[in-house]
């Protein structure tokens, strides 16, 4: 697997194994509004047509902290402006794979939470390829984040950051290393 730029082409190739790998270091965010719902968005994959559910987040660009990529992350793909003070972490880290149809993603994820009054989103600050890959979004309660009637969520259980929450005595807690895929990076 060749390393590629982050540009993605959403050209699938013939063989999955041959799709270009990605590198980067990027940061989550746990939008928690005053009735304790998690803002998600609705992310896919064109090349298969399989979507799943996302914090917000994005990679941290070259030189840029953790921190200034959650506060320029919310503003472009929320419209939310927060100072630093605001943000709480870091919670976790771990290791994914996010295997595309297109491309292969080797990303290492920093989880932050920012506790807010609910507001209406506005996607203006999304990158081309935001606007090509993400669909919707919306508030999840507590109950809807625990049983989420067949929506895939990645994380998977992001209840148990709702937990994290509550115990910075933990933070940053890692996490073990884990696949999130529409097209898998090793066949089964």
């Known amino acids: 697997m060749a390393v590629e730029e982050n540009t993605r082409t959403f050209e699938v190739p013939d063989d999955p194994a041959r799709r ?3 590198r980067r270091s990027t940061v989550r965010v746990l939008v928690i509004d005053d009735a304790g719902r998690v803002l998600l968005f609705r992310d896919s994959d064109p090349g298969t047509g399989a979507t799943w559910w996302i914090t917000p987040g994005g990679g941290i660009d070259e030189g840029e902290s953790e921190l200034a990529a959650v506060r320029r992350e919310l503003a472009e793909e929320t419209g939310l402006e927060v100072a630093a003070e605001q943000v709480i972490g870091p919670l976790a880290a771990r290791r ?3 295997g595309y149809s297109d491309v292969v993603v080797d990303q290492r994820d920093t989880f932050y939470a920012v506790r807010t009054q609910a507001f209406e989103i506005d996607t203006s600050g999304h990158t081309e390829e ?3 890959t993400l669909q919707e979004s919306r508030w999840w309660s ?3 984040l625990a049983d989420p009637a067949g929506a ?3 994380p998977v259980d992001l209840t148990a950051f709702l937990d ?3 115990s910075p005595e933990r933070w940053p807690l890692s996490l073990p290393d884990v696949e999130e895929s529409s097209v898998p990076v090793r066949p089964s």
Request: hydrophobic share 60%.
């Open 20 to 22: 270009p790998l990605r």
């Open 142 to 144: 507590r109950a809807e």
């Open 130 to 132: 935001e606007q090509i």
């Open 96 to 98: 994914v794979w996010h």
């Open 152 to 154: 895939v969520l990645w």
């Open 164 to 166: 994290l929450l509550a």
